[in-house]
């Protein structure tokens, strides 16, 4: 029998949970795209999405989803053949100095493995091994959502302060912004990348990149630059149709007007402290569920390095696929697959998944989450440990009060 039928929750880590009232939002007649509603709209948009990055600067907005958004900020910081250095925390870390390099940037990398964040000191010897200070741009992920590894951004801009270095740092927000505190500006942050459809609760589409003064100037001259991803004429076009570069995406960005209404209104602090407490309930469960199953681990042993929007657990292969099929076919949610740990033709690639909890997610969402894998958990006869549930239940009503 299925108890499937009802709302699924898709609880991969994007694109997310859309809220209705961003759905109902889109559900319009096309707008007038040369005057009117629209305009203002957008003009309310700007300073909003400053403040959800956390900075006073300047943010370009691209119908892009996130591979998109990668290559917008390569095309305004780098000219072909300047150097970058990304910081490896996990697959979205390769896929960003995967997409530098095919773009004729020089790419240096330093890989800190599946399960620990970068070292802000091991970036500060790199960048003073660099001399000539050929290093234009480092580049990280604030959370990769592959490993679930949360970096330190204030601690490796330290780092490149240290050394003395005039490296610009780039950071990838696409699954961490409004979910995980992060503070451009106060964490010396030059640009900042983001897309709609994971903390922002708004269908894939959007991608963004908020860029300071400083990254400005200094990458005036950048070369690989299309008029299509110059964030110049994004940000401070004078005509509508120039931040968009040609027609607007309009549903989307009515879709967007709501989620920063829905992410204000709750106020960025609470939903900080939303996603925290959520992530923790998560956290506790799998720590439960390992004391009767030592194949069954977090990915990331220190909770202080762990975002708080995904976890990536282990399970043993096969019985993380067989969880993930079982739950969606007799319970209805869905749970993410394990990306970048094993090859899909690995059998350990089995031995992986993910639970998301960013966006619009509330406690009986991932509460609910948890009380299915454990029925999974049971019905799959995989060995576990007991009181998972009780205990997340217990840092919701801890949170909550
Ligand atoms: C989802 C994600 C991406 C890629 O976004 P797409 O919209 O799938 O292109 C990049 N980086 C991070 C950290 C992500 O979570």
């Not at 997409?99 to 620990?116: L, N, P, T, Y």
């Not at 740092?169 to 964490?187: G, H, K, N, P, T």
């Amino acid at each position: 029998m299925s108890l499937s039928h009802g709302r699924p929750y898709l609880a991969i880590p994007g694109p997310s949970a859309m809220p209705d009232r961003v759905l109902n939002a889109m559900h319009r007649a096309a707008p007038n795209i040369y005057e009117g509603e629209l305009h203002a709209l957008v003009a309310s948009l700007w300073p909003d999405l400053r403040k959800v990055a956390g900075t006073k600067d300047h943010v370009a907005l691209y119908i892009a989803n996130g591979h998109g958004a990668w290559e917008a900020a390569n095309a305004n910081l780098f000219s072909r053949g300047d150097r970058a250095l990304v910081l490896v925390t996990g697959r979205f870390g390769e896929g960003w100095a995967a997409s530098a390099r095919a773009m004729g940037v020089d790419v240096e990398v330093i890989d800190f493995g599946k399960s620990a964040p970068a070292d802000p000191a091991r970036l500060e010897q790199a960048l003073r091994a660099d001399g000539g200070h050929r290093i234009k741009a480092v580049l990280v992920t604030h959370v990769d959502t592959a490993t679930s590894i949360r970096n330190d951004v204030a601690a490796l801009r330290a780092a490149i302060d240290a050394a003395g270095h005039p490296a610009l740092l780039a950071v990838d927000c696409i699954a961490s912004l409004a979910c995980d505190e992060y503070r451009m500006d106060e964490w010396g942050a030059d640009v900042t990348v983001s897309a709609s459809q994971k903390g922002l609760m708004t269908p894939p589409g959007l991608g963004f990149v908020w860029f300071s003064d400083r990254a400005r100037d200094r990458c005036r001259g950048s070369d690989l630059r299309t008029p299509y991803w110059d964030w110049t004429t994004r940000s401070f076009g004078t005509e509508f149709w120039q931040h968009f570069c040609g027609t607007a995406p309009t549903h989307h960005l009515y879709g967007l007007r709501a989620a920063l209404d829905m992410i204000l209104e709750e106020g960025l602090p609470a939903v900080w402290a939303r996603h925290d407490a959520l992530a923790r309930a998560v956290w506790t469960a799998f720590d439960h569920w390992g004391q009767g199953n030592p194949e069954i681990a977090l990915n990331v042993t220190d909770p202080a390095h762990r975002g708080r929007s995904v976890t990536a657990a282990r399970l043993g292969a096969p019985h993380a696929t067989r969880l993930r099929d079982w739950t969606e076919r007799h319970a209805g949610v869905t749970l993410g697959i394990g990306l970048g740990m094993a090859a899909p033709s690995d059998p350990a690639y089995h031995g992986f998944l993910r639970v998301a909890h960013m966006g619009h997610v509330n406690a009986h969402m991932t509460l609910g989450a948890l009380a299915v894998i454990e029925a999974g958990l049971s019905a799959l006869a995989i060995p576990h440990g007991a009181g998972a549930l009780a205990a997340a239940a217990s840092v919701v009503g801890a949170a909550a009060a």
